[in-house]
């Protein structure tokens, strides 16, 4: 991260235990190690899934990790897409720049977006849209009409930014399994959608606010964001997948200090909590059958040896919820160079845990029932 970046990309928000750690987005190679297999299971969150994309850019930098199966959910999704569309066709080399060349469209599209800053919060260097016209206006719109009043077409602009950066063929042919979250709108359950099934359609779904859009239908089923069954479904990567670790990126925070009070913050709470819920039910199963599965064969064996990571940071914590909508290039760069920095801190603690123990205090999830 440059020195400008952090003055005129991020304002003044804090970095990261930057009092604990010096640590820039500079790579530092791993000593050479024997391949390792490893899932990743990632979270939704708008904009915010810059973040994932830097953590997925450094942790391709590394020789020795091998990526089995990857599970997403509404930016997650989109992010395994296109590492894994681009991983078919050139490798980890071809991950990062499909990566790169996603959230480079994402930004040029919103270009000429009113969706933006104004003047007063470019000055002050804050990213924000609490005090854009347009957002309040849509936020305001939103909650009287529906996506079928207001845009009765259903269009979607990442239909085409899918379509035009993600080589849906080759992902059948893909070495990393995919399993992509949505919502099924009739049935309330979840399905999880695997690599020759997936479909912008299938992305969309993962991603399909409803308070935004119009359900996504396919196979005739409507389906909405898969945030309110899985963000992300970690089931899939145990049973489906040889590796035993896996690595969570995590953009929705568990916990948030204070109390809410104004109605936008209430409501973004209320999503937080209810896109956490699944997440943490399965965490707190796992940390359950850890203790009571037989290891030795079976059902039991694949989940009482599951290893679980956490790659996080306060500092996406510290930003405020309109900021999930912002798709300006320094910003969604800011936040891929914290990504790529926060990856940088876990592998400097922890890579040497990995295909050994879990990092995630499972035991603790236990404690909260």
């Known amino acids: 991260m440059t020195d400008q970046l952090l003055t005129t990309g991020w304002g003044k928000l804090p970095l990261y235990n930057v009092a604990m750690h010096k640590t820039t987005a500079t790579s530092k190679p791993s000593p050479r190690r024997a391949p390792l297999l490893v899932d990743l299971a990632l979270q939704g969150g708008g904009a915010h899934g810059a973040f994932t994309w ?84 849509g936020e305001l719109m939103s909650r009287i009409f529906s996506p079928y009043d207001l845009n009765p077409f259903g269009g979607n602009p990442l239909s085409e930014i899918l379509a035009e950066t993600v080589d849906f063929a080759s992902l059948v042919r893909s070495p990393i399994k995919l399993f992509i979250t949505a919502t099924n709108v009739r049935t309330g359950a979840g399905r999880v959608f695997r690599n020759a099934e997936i479909t912008p359609d299938v992305l969309l779904a993962s991603g399909c606010l409803p308070t935004l859009f119009q359900a996504v239908e396919i196979d005739g089923e409507s389906y909405w964001d898969g945030g309110y069954v899985g963000n992300p479904t970690i089931t899939p990567l145990v049973r489906e997948c040889q590796s035993q670790d896996t690595i969570l990126v995590q953009i929705n925070p568990i916990e948030r200090p204070g109390i809410p009070r104004s109605a936008r913050d209430i409501h973004n709470r209320l999503n937080e909590v209810a896109f956490n819920a699944p997440l943490l039910k399965e965490l707190r199963m796992i940390a359950l059958l850890h203790m009571v599965a037989d290891a030795g064969r079976g059902e039991g064996a694949l989940w009482s040896n599951m290893r679980i ?60 029932l």
């Open 309 to 368: 990571h956490r790659i996080a940071t306060d500092r996406v914590t510290e930003l405020d919820s309109t900021s999930k909508m912002i798709t300006e290039w320094p910003f969604l760069c800011g936040l891929r160079d914290e990504g790529r920095r926060t990856a940088q801190l876990f592998l400097d603690a922890h890579g040497a845990d990995l295909g050994k123990r879990s990092t995630l205090d499972l035991d603790a999830m236990l404690e909260t």
């Open 54 to 137: 830097g953590v997925l850019d450094r942790l391709l930098e590394e020789p020795w990790l091998t990526f089995d199966g990857i599970s997403g959910t509404s930016a997650g999704a989109m992010n395994a897409a296109v590492m894994a569309s681009g991983y078919a066709q050139g490798g980890a080399e071809g991950a990062r720049a499909a990566l790169e060349t996603f959230w480079k469209v994402v930004s040029d599209a919103a270009r000429y977006s009113p969706m933006r800053r104004g003047p007063l919060e470019i000055l002050t260097g804050r990213w924000t849209l609490e005090n854009s016209p347009f957002y309040m206006a």
